[in-house]
């Protein structure tokens, strides 16, 4: 029975990861055994008979569905154990030593996941190249390299880190070839006749004395020009005004205002009031993109603890909540693209001026910050604005697609157990970073995109997979298929259909309820 084996799925216990948590990039077609999720021996879930009792409230199930981020208590120990509070930041705020090498030890159990990157490659994966990495991966220490030749390790360092995972399933890797590069995975060709049109119109309109703002998102809807991406990302969040006169003077005192915050309020880190909130913001930005090695760097690092950190004591109402630091990615890579044009996954962000990394640090926190305005519900207590679209998710596809609704109750699937992650990440969690880049064009071109919008494209997202849905014929399956979507070779193609359908189903059902826009 359904019921049955949906027992002891998600499980309680912190130390133990309550549900399969995809990286980016790194998704892989659950079906086949060779690439499913292999276990230690004392973690592998167990499924039984015995019925568990539901959580009698949001709050419950969140806690008992909480991502596989937690860490357990001898390294919550030795966090605090080695956290030195009287570290300070050097002039130019670059701080690296101590603060970061932490970051790694809190990460180490993560890191797991980023063991060695393959090279980049426009073809799939080789089940038997991938079965063969799975033993290079696990020899590595945890640490993302550029190629084997640098996986090279002492055996008491392996030791050590096989110890620190042991309460953690392993994750198989497969090689990356979801690059952040926005052309398709397919290898199209750079730049398209049309794609010089349009560039050249996007152009056109920057360099008005007055951006007509309407005819921008028009232009953006169907992705933006990876050239003029910076500078109209910052236009449409509403960072920089229409006038062309004005946007030096702006930039210059919002990014003299954020780092103002740092002076004033980052010290404050290591004050009792503000420190269970750096060290979740601690434990988690090594987790982020771990896959890629641009995120892993201790500059970069440092640059989201500012971020993450001012904004969070900036908007008491939510805090910082755990994937709050998913949504500074593309904003960071956006603005860095402007310095990087080749292999920004292993781009050296501290060879870049320190007047330059200043710049992209300030820009990623205000454009962060006008996003989650318009969502903060989504992170405050209790999560209400993620209730409210799982809720209308449920409802919109019962009505667009009665099959899957029915199959999902026919085996017990909520809606919650996989679309609370796809509200709570906008989808950043199953979609390459590439892909989550192009589709934030037209979010940012759309009326209400991160909060209305959003709901469709979810939408649209599950339609895709109906085939797939409908062929699983357990509560398990469905939650394996449901959480590890092999998206990793999509690119702008794959999402402007995804788009496109989003958009259908938005004026199909524009008779949806109110609470739809919540």
């Known amino acids: 029975m359904a019921t049955d084996n949906?027992?002891?799925?998600?499980?309680?216990?912190a130390k133990v990861p309550g549900s399969v948590q995809p990286v980016y990039g790194a998704q892989h077609p659950?079906?086949?055994?060779?690439?499913?999720?292999?276990?230690?021996?004392?973690?592998?879930?167990?499924?039984?008979?015995?019925k568990t009792k539901k959580a009698s409230?949001?709050?419950?199930?969140?806690?008992?569905?909480?991502?596989?981020?937690?860490?357990?208590?001898?390294?919550?120990?030795?966090?605090?154990?080695?956290?030195?509070?009287?570290?300070?930041?050097?002039p130019g705020l670059h701080t690296?030593?101590?603060?970061?090498?932490q970051q790694h030890q809190a990460g180490?159990?993560?890191?797991?996941?980023?063991?060695?990157?393959?090279?980049?490659?426009?073809?799939?994966?080789?089940?038997?190249?991938?079965?063969?990495?799975?033993?290079?991966?696990?020899?590595?220490?945890?640490?993302?390299?550029?190629?084997?030749?640098?996986?090279?390790?002492?055996?008491?360092?392996?030791?050590?880190?096989?110890?620190?995972?042991q309460s953690l399933p392993v994750r198989p890797i497969i090689p990356l070839v979801a690059r952040i590069s926005d052309q398709n995975a397919s290898g199209a060709p750079p730049m398209t006749v049309r794609e010089k049109s349009r560039l050249d119109k996007f152009r056109q309109l920057l360099a008005s004395p007055n951006t007509d703002l309407e005819e921008l998102?028009?232009?953006?809807?169907?992705?933006?020009p990876r050239e003029v991406r910076p500078i109209t990302w910052r236009l449409l969040s509403g960072y920089l005004p229409a006038n062309k006169e004005r946007r030096e003077l702006v930039l210059k005192r919002k990014r003299e205002e954020y780092f103002r915050f740092i002076e004033q309020y980052y010290h404050s880190r290591t004050d009792e009031h503000y420190?269970?909130?750096?060290?979740?913001?601690?434990?988690?930005?090594?987790?982020?993109?771990?896959?890629?090695?641009?995120?892993?760097?201790?500059?970069?690092?440092?640059?989201?603890?500012?971020?993450?950190?001012?904004w969070a004591i900036r908007h008491p109402a939510s805090g910082y909540v755990q994937g709050i630091n998913d949504l500074v990615t593309p904003f960071f890579v956006v603005f860095l693209s402007e310095f990087v044009t080749e292999d920004m996954e292993n781009f050296d962000v501290a060879a870049l001026p320190?007047?330059?990394?200043?710049?992209?640090?300030?820009?990623?926190?205000?454009?962060?910050?006008?996003?989650?305005?318009?969502?903060?519900?989504?992170?405050?207590?209790?999560?209400?604005?993620?209730?409210?679209?799982?809720?209308?998710?449920?409802?919109?596809?019962?009505?667009?697609?009665?099959?899957?609704?029915?199959?999902?109750?026919?085996?017990?699937?909520?809606?919650?157990?996989?679309?609370?992650?796809?509200?709570?990440?906008?989808?950043?969690?199953?979609?390459?970073?590439?892909?989550?880049?192009?589709?934030?064009?037209?979010?940012?071109?759309?009326?209400?995109?991160?909060?209305?919008?959003?709901?469709?494209?979810?939408?649209?997202?599950?339609?895709?997979?109906?085939?797939?849905?409908?062929?699983?014929?357990?509560?398990?399956?469905?939650?394996?298929?449901?959480?590890n979507l092999p998206t990793i070779h999509w690119g702008n193609e794959e999402v402007g259909l995804l788009l496109a359908e989003a958009y259908r189903l938005k004026y199909m059902f524009a008779d949806a309820p109110s609470h739809y826009k919540r």
């Open 6 to 13: 949906r027992i002891n799925f998600w499980r309680r216990n």
């Open 30 to 50: 659950p079906l086949d055994p060779r690439l499913r999720r292999t276990y230690p021996k004392d973690t592998k879930p167990k499924f039984n008979n015995i």
């Open 57 to 90: 409230s949001f709050y419950e199930f969140a806690r008992s569905t909480n991502d596989a981020w937690d860490i357990d208590d001898e390294e919550d120990e030795e966090f605090l154990g080695t956290f030195n509070p009287a570290v300070s930041i050097p």
């Open 96 to 101: 690296t030593s101590s603060i970061q090498n």
């Open 108 to 165: 180490d159990t993560e890191s797991a996941v980023s063991h060695r990157l393959a090279p980049p490659t426009t073809e799939g994966p080789n089940l038997q190249d991938v079965q063969e990495e799975d033993t290079e991966y696990e020899q590595a220490n945890g640490k993302v390299v550029k190629s084997s030749s640098d996986a090279h390790l002492n055996t008491s360092s392996v030791r050590y880190t096989l110890q620190k995972q």
């Open 217 to 224: 998102r028009k232009h953006s809807w169907s992705g933006i």
């Open 275 to 310: 420190k269970d909130t750096y060290r979740q913001i601690h434990i988690d930005i090594p987790r982020t993109n771990p896959l890629i090695p641009l995120f892993q760097q201790p500059a970069v690092q440092e640059i989201f603890e500012r971020i993450l950190f001012i």
């Open 354 to 483: 320190l007047e330059t990394q200043r710049n992209i640090e300030a820009d990623s926190f205000w454009c962060m910050s006008k996003l989650l305005d318009g969502i903060q519900d989504n992170y405050t207590f209790a999560q209400p604005g993620i209730q409210n679209k799982v809720k209308a998710l449920e409802e919109l596809v019962s009505r667009i697609d009665e099959d899957i609704h029915n199959h999902f109750k026919r085996y017990e699937v909520e809606y919650l157990q996989f679309a609370f992650r796809w509200m709570n990440n906008l989808l950043m969690r199953e979609l390459p970073l590439r892909c989550t880049i192009r589709l934030w064009d037209t979010y940012q071109a759309e009326a209400e995109g991160f909060s209305h919008f959003h709901l469709y494209v979810c939408a649209a997202f599950l339609i895709k997979w109906r085939k797939e849905i409908l062929s699983m014929v357990d509560f398990q399956g469905l939650l394996m298929l449901l959480q």
